[in-house]
């Protein structure tokens, strides 16, 4: 089943509601866009939250015939640089299966399997926040410029050219004590 909420018009984006073991026994599919505006737990890891992001839910059986939610986002999202406090692109190429346990116990006996994604399923599982949560969870823990394109190593650069280093000032009071 599948169901679509949007309590206040003007506050609250919509929300894509499925039930997802029905949404996986039945191959269920919904793909889109969504702004990254949309996503209000990622933006306190972006720098700006122009642009979209697409996206695609399907429901599977796995080999097992086990209900599982495939998902797959791409677009490309900036984030802030750890040295330089820049911002950075990063693109997103993301691609989930997340095996659906019925109830508590299977979810503990399946996470004991450290090569398979669990989550527990539920007859109203907002499809957008878990999507929003595999986003996050891909993102680089410390994301950071390539060599030679951060804001810091331009200033390195720079006082090899034959600018005195910035901490210069420092080291010579010390020297003088």
Same mark, same amino acid.
């Given at each position: ?16 509601? $499925? ?18 505006? #949309?996503?209000?737990?990622?933006? =306190?890891?972006? /720098?700006?939250?122009?642009? #979209?992001?697409?996206?695609?839910? /399907? ?17 490309? $999202?900036?984030?802030? !640089?750890?040295? !330089? ?7 997103? =190429?993301?691609?989930?299966? %997340? ?20 989550? %527990?399923? /539920? ?9 929003? =949560? ?15 394109? !951060? ?27």
């Amino acid at each position: 089943m599948l169901r679509f909420y949007k309590k206040d018009f003007h506050l609250m984006p919509v929300r894509l509601i $499925i039930d997802a073991l029905d949404f996986a026994r039945n191959a269920g599919a919904h793909h889109g866009k969504i702004a990254l505006s #949309e996503f209000e737990r990622l933006q =306190d890891y972006l /720098t700006d939250n122009d642009g #979209e992001l697409q996206y695609a839910v /399907t429901g599977t059986l796995n080999r097992e015939a086990r209900p599982v939610l495939q998902i797959v986002v791409q677009g490309s $999202i900036n984030l802030q !640089c750890q040295r !330089c406090l820049g911002q950075i692109g990063h693109a997103l =190429d993301l691609q989930t299966d %997340l095996l659906l346990a019925q109830n508590e116990n299977e979810l503990s006996s399946l996470d004991e399997d450290e090569s398979v994604d669990c989550i %527990l399923a /539920t007859s109203d599982m907002d499809a957008l926040a878990l999507i929003e =949560d595999e986003i996050i969870l891909s993102l680089p823990i410390s994301p950071r410029h390539g060599e030679n394109e !951060c804001l810091v190593d331009n200033i390195h650069s720079n006082d090899a050219a034959g600018e005195k280093p910035l901490f210069a000032a420092l080291a010579a009071l010390k020297n003088l004590h």
